[in-house]
């Protein structure tokens, strides 16, 4: 099959902190030809770079919380455990955006940064892509709470053991996409990375 696609139109439906586009096309189909026209609309994000922050040899993470409008409705409250994560601004890389919010957001320098993955947040609504890592971290004395107020940030820092946050990932209470795809790398990885980082 030729994967192909013809657009008919596209506009900008509102342009604030996101942008969402209403696109007019059509696609090849499986079974030959062209779909009907159809629309569909897209919410417009930058790329964004996420980082679990891991201390080998404490083996613990040192893990955010705080408020996010998407969870408002959701059962367990609007506030989140969460990995480090910023947006990549024009000629920032996404290793430096980890690096620079690890810091802003909890204090902690990264030491090493381990690629896990490039993904597609939601790809049948929105274009955001998120670059994700683990940093090696020293959590020694870490906590407290951080942010940018000129974000409107009130970040919380929370320092678990790996088993607890095993825990909390698969008890309910780590549930973005970030956290739940890092750390269920890091159970598959966590032999090789202290191997690598101690």
């Avoid at 929105?126 to 890592?133: M, V």
């Avoid at 607890?164 to 890091?186: H, M, P």
Wanted: glycine share 12%; hydrophobic share 40%; net charge negative.
């Amino acid at each position: 099959m030729k994967y192909e696609i013809e657009l008919l139109g596209t506009e900008t439906g509102y342009d604030g902190f996101f942008e969402l586009k209403r696109f007019r096309l059509r696609h090849s189909l499986y079974a030959g030809g062209w779909s009907p026209e159809i629309t569909r609309e897209r919410v417009e994000r930058k790329e964004a770079a996420s980082v679990l922050l891991y201390d080998p040899g404490l083996d613990r993470l040192v893990m955010i919380e705080q408020f996010r409008i998407g969870a408002l409705e959701w059962g367990a409250g609007a506030w989140l455990l969460e990995a480090v994560g910023g947006l990549i601004e024009p000629g920032q890389t996404p290793q430096n955006v980890a690096r620079r919010e690890a810091l802003e957001e909890t204090g902690c320098e990264v030491l090493d940064l381990w690629p896990i993955c490039e993904f597609l947040v939601s790809p049948g609504t929105a274009t955001e892509k998120i670059h994700l890592y683990c940093g090696r971290v020293d959590a020694h004395g870490v906590g407290g709470v951080f942010g940018l107020a000129e974000e409107g940030e009130d970040i919380r820092v929370e320092v678990l053991s790996f088993d607890a946050a095993v825990s909390e990932l698969y008890g309910g209470r780590i549930n973005s996409t970030s956290a739940i795809i890092a750390l269920q790398w890091l159970v598959g990885h966590r032999d090789e990375v202290r191997g690598t980082w101690r």
